[in-house]
């Protein structure tokens, strides 16, 4: 048995050259980017307009404004997140050794 029979190769050792990493994932379209980089400034803006102008008016308002502020970012990053989900349901191309 030889080290090129894949049933004797280390399942720890080093990847092929041309072999992608497992963390490996498409880059975000620039619609998404622009998408995810919005919703996350109108976060950052919802807060410090929420505590820094409105509480002065109403409390109320100010705890709204930031409960809407803590939803948006598990949203940002889905909607980041959406070209590489898809690619993960694909399954990887047969490679011959």
């Given at each position: 048995m030889s080290?090129?029979?894949?049933?004797?190769?280390?399942?720890?050792?080093?990847?092929?050259?041309?072999?992608?990493?497992?963390?490996?994932?498409?880059?975000?379209p620039r619609r998404d980017k622009r998408l995810y980089y919005a919703l996350m400034g109108t976060c950052v803006v919802l807060i410090i307009v929420a505590w820094q102008v409105v509480r002065y008016f109403s409390v109320l308002a100010a705890i709204i404004m930031s409960a809407v502020a803590v939803i948006i970012p598990p949203v940002a990053v889905?909607?980041?997140n959406r070209a590489s989900?898809?690619?993960?349901?694909?399954p990887?191309?047969?490679q011959h050794h």
């Open positions: 080290l090129d029979d894949p049933g004797q190769r280390d399942s720890h050792g080093p990847a092929p050259d041309n072999a992608d990493p497992p963390w490996h994932s498409p880059e975000p889905i909607i980041a989900s898809v690619d993960r349901h694909q990887p191309p047969f």
